[in-house]
């Protein structure tokens, strides 16, 4: 940029103005933090910088303007969640709303051309502020996530992107990244027609001012956009077609949400009747559907899952972390495929060691199949130079330079202390090693260990490649580097990582443990596998707990729930039919028949043997089969064992509990969470439903203590 003829005062310091030869330069750097926020006191400081450039537009001194941002790594990553959060009435949104659009709307019609100069994330506020630019050119940098997210928080896009997006693409197309809050990048967002220009992440800056000076000499310096085909034009541009348009999304959004999440229908709603209509129309659509949405139930507690996800990844120990720059998983089967996946995927060189060829050749092809789909949008050079990370072993050389191992061997502590040994004996004197163990103690596996001060727990959750929760476990010896070490690492695969006590079943197994014990006894009263399953889904749960049992494995499960029993008591007793169900020989959906019956990574339904066993086995009569008996049932005794494993310090606060089982289990985020479900239900309420339950099914479902004292006492979980 030419050298600044004027700088312009700006009264909060997120923001600063410059004008030169003719191009003025907005440039956000929110002072302190790593991310730029569109708080209200921003947009309205905004407001009034555009105002300062339309004096200049009208005296000839500005002929075009530049939006940027001064953060490696991001342009504007949205609205400030804690402003949102205190919003509490509809009105009260709505004219929040209402405004914001107001002062973008002001950029849209200075009457000289715009430019959002995208090095760096561009997401929600953000990118809606882009929209109002005339044009929007990004660095070509693959990481760069570009996209609206709201209707993951509850809410729809409401600064102008519910409006603007589909008029600048295409409905269809903007229906596409705005109903799944999809994120995109750079080439991706050009082949869309979202962008105008991708330009070389090297030297942008120098690349961006070019463009904006010549579009100050009048010159149009971008490549004309690219629109939809005809045909879809011709379809979304008559009310017709709209209406055909709609029927096949909403069924689709139904299906996939259950009903559970206002926000998709409400922004197909708008979208499909602002589109077509003056501007002013679809943003006043946008501020009255946003006022709904904000002061809902639903959007309030996806809104604190959101920061309870943020809060869980700042959590970790105050030790400097080593520097991670390869590393080695030994065990090739799926679980150690899809970590080093994860590594090879972040550029990190990571070899992937097991006994004999064959099996290393499997976790290889297994890990490139998983990175070839996870980096399908990626420039081929630069997948092929990922893949290139992975790298095969039968032995231990080159283990001497990884900086962390993660042991990843079967579930057997006699197996993995040899294995931990070896590893030990082959690594340099800071390597830090971890076990994937999903049930055996840290600290008696550090008993085998020379230097039990580097090793800890990182239980990933299959299939690691998408399961985003990481069980951080520290064992007695643990020190704060290796521990600090692993929660990098974590956070560097895109995991949330959660401390955890080495106790029996961690957290989350732990409280599946009891959800699974309860759907086992369910069973044997007589309640339907179908009737137990659609009430499990219906709750919203991902899955029903059959299906869930299938996905663990039943061998995994049964030794799962012997150590819980051992070590926490008889309340993880399994009901006797489905002891018998898992001893049977069968294995789950790795052995294709569990509950269900598979083909391929598919369910084909229950298994009709498996419905005869069970309607055979029935002890307790016929059983009360109606979905919110199911429902409370399982849910109250996860939050029963919950509340016990809070008071046993297995982890530090109710949020850790909540984030962990939305992550690990996918208990249904529009509730906010296990705990913050229980407080909406009541303590008081709860302690007596399990108490009636108690009395009639079995003391497994006592109340635990910290319940009893919390009711009696009138607290929450949260406050």
């Given at each position: ?115 959002a ?24 940098n ?66 961006i ?63 499909l ?17 946003v ?30 972390p ?47 199949q ?129 401390l955890?006590a ?32 659609a ?9 029903g ?27 993880f ?17 790795k ?45 109250l ?14 982890v ?58 919390m009711?009696?006492?009138?607290r929450?979980?949260?406050?």
């Amino acid at each position: 940029m030419a050298r600044a003829q004027l700088a312009v005062a700006s009264r909060v310091p997120d923001l600063t103005l410059e004008i030169a030869e003719r191009v003025a330069w907005i440039t956000f750097d929110r002072p302190g933090e790593k991310v730029n926020l569109l708080t209200v006191a921003v947009l309205r400081e905004l407001g009034r910088l555009l105002e300062e450039i339309a004096g200049a537009v009208s005296a000839g001194e500005v002929r075009a303007v530049v939006v940027r941002s001064a953060k490696p790594g991001n342009f504007i990553a949205g609205a400030d969640l804690n402003e949102l959060a205190s919003v509490t009435t509809p009105a009260q949104a709505s004219e929040v709303a209402a405004e914001g659009q107001r002062i973008l709307g002001r950029l849209s019609e200075l009457g000289v051309p715009s430019v959002a100069a995208i090095a760096g994330a561009c997401l929600g506020g953000g990118l809606e502020l882009a929209l109002a630019c005339t044009y929007r050119a990004a660095a070509n940098n693959p990481d760069i996530a570009i996209g609206l997210p709201e209707v993951r928080l509850g809410l729809l896009p409401a600064l102008g992107g519910t409006t603007r997006l589909p008029r600048l693409i295409g409905l269809t197309r903007g229906l596409d990244l705005i109903l799944a809050g999809r994120t995109v990048g750079p080439r991706d967002a050009l082949r869309r027609g979202l962008l105008d220009e991708v330009l070389p992440a090297e030297n942008f800056a120098a690349w961006i001012a070019r463009r904006a000076e010549a579009l100050a000499r009048g010159e149009s310096p971008f490549p004309p956009r690219r629109r939809p085909p005809l045909p879809l034009r011709l379809l979304e541009g008559n009310p017709l077609g709209r209406r055909f348009l709609r029927s096949p999304v909403r069924s689709r959004i139904l299906r996939e949400t259950r009903g559970h999440y206002p926000a998709p229908l409400r922004a197909l709603d708008v979208a499909l009747r602002g589109y077509g209509r003056p501007l002013a129309t679809g943003l006043r659509l946008e501020a009255d559907a946003v006022g709904e949405l904000l002061a809902s139930d639903v959007c309030k507690n996806l809104i604190a899952v959101f920061r309870m996800t943020e809060r869980a990844r700042k959590q970790s120990p105050a030790a400097a972390p080593r520097q991670v720059r390869r590393a080695a998983v030994v065990g090739a089967g799926i679980m150690g495929a899809g970590i080093a996946e994860l590594f090879a995927y972040r550029g990190v060189p990571v070899r992937l060691k097991d006994v004999d060829w064959t099996r290393v050749a499997d976790g290889i092809r297994r890990a490139r199949q998983l990175l070839s789909r996870a980096g399908r949008r990626l420039p081929a050079h630069e997948l092929e130079r990922r893949l290139e990370c992975l790298i095969g072993a039968v032995d231990y050389p080159g283990f001497q330079t990884a900086d962390l191992v993660i042991e990843c061997v079967v579930e057997k502590r006699e197996v993995k202390t040899q294995v931990l040994r070896e590893i030990e004996e082959r690594v340099g004197p800071e390597t830090v090693i971890a076990s994937n163990t999903s049930a055996l103690s840290i600290t008696e596996l550090q008993d085998a260990l020379r230097h039990p001060e580097r090793f800890c727990g990182m239980h990933f959750f299959n299939p690691a490649h998408r399961m985003p929760l990481l069980e951080l476990v520290r064992g007695r010896r643990t020190d704060d580097t290796a521990l600090a070490t692993a929660f990098a690492v974590g956070v560097l695969l895109g995991k949330t990582p959660v401390l955890v006590a080495d106790a029996p079943g961690f957290l989350v197994n732990r409280v599946l443990g009891a959800y699974l014990t309860e759907a086992g006894h369910l069973l044997q009263e007589g309640v339907e596998p179908r009737t137990l399953e659609a009430a499990m889904e219906s709750f919203g749960m991902p899955i029903g707990p059959l299906r869930l049992l299938d996905e663990i494995g039943f061998d995994i499960a049964r030794d799962a729930l012997a150590t819980l029993q051992t070590k926490l008591g008889q309340r993880f007793t399994a009901a006797p039919l489905v002891e018998r169900i898992l001893t049977s020989g069968r294995l789950g959906k790795k052995g294709s028949l569990g509950f269900y019956r598979y083909r391929g990574d598919r369910p084909a339904g229950l298994d009709p043997e498996i419905v005869r066993t069970l309607r055979e086995g029935v002890t307790a009569g016929t059983a009360r089969s109606a979905s919110e008996d199911i429902q409370s049932r399982l849910v109250l005794a996860m939050v029963n064992e919950a509340a016990g494993a809070l008071a046993d310090g297995v982890v530090g606060a109710p949020e850790d509990v909540d984030t962990a089982m939305i992550l690990g289990t996918g208990f249904p985020p529009f509730r906010g969470g296990l705990l913050r479900y229980a407080d909406s239900l009541g303590v008081g309420p709860i302690v007596e439903q399990l108490k009636r339950l108690a009395d009639t099914a079995g003391e497994r479902l006592r109340p635990a203590p910290l319940l009893e004292e919390m009711a009696r006492e009138g607290r929450r979980f949260h406050g």
